[in-house]
Nanobody, 124 residues
């Protein structure tokens, strides 16, 4: 069992930056894939970025490539999402999720463990 707790959300102006964190506990996540999803009001949950914990290889949604960076800290068992050049359309609740698998999947139904979410609001 893995517990995930997100933090770092908030209100930021368009063009600004935020860094989200996701602390994992319960067991080591070295064999996991960990990802960030987001869900805006009235919209489906969408894949943002993912990382294979063991190798560090990453994948991103086209909408955030070049602006967001996913990373992890092995010693702290913590996942991060650095978000730069934020846009109004990045406003959403951001969730981290994990699964024991090799492939980074963009399908939210394939993830076993979820955090509670953290709100990111980008204002004009």
């Amino acid at each position: 069992q893995v517990q995930l707790v997100e933090s770092g959300g908030g209100l930021v102006q368009a063009g600004g930056s935020l860094r989200l964190s996701c602390a994992a506990s319960g067991r080591t996540v070295s064999s996991y894939v960990m990802v960030w999803f987001r869900q805006a009001p009235g919209k489906e949950r969408e894949f943002v970025a993912g990382i294979r914990w063991s190798s560090g290889s990453t994948d991103y949604a086209d909408s955030v490539k070049g602006r967001f960076t996913i990373s992890r800290d092995n010693a702290k068992n913590t996942l991060y999402l650095q978000m730069n050049s934020l846009k109004l359309e990045d406003t959403a609740v951001y969730y981290c999720a994990a699964r024991t698998a090799w492939r980074i999947s963009p399908r939210n139904t394939e993830y076993d463990y979820w955090g509670q979410g953290t709100q990111v609001t980008v204002s004009s």
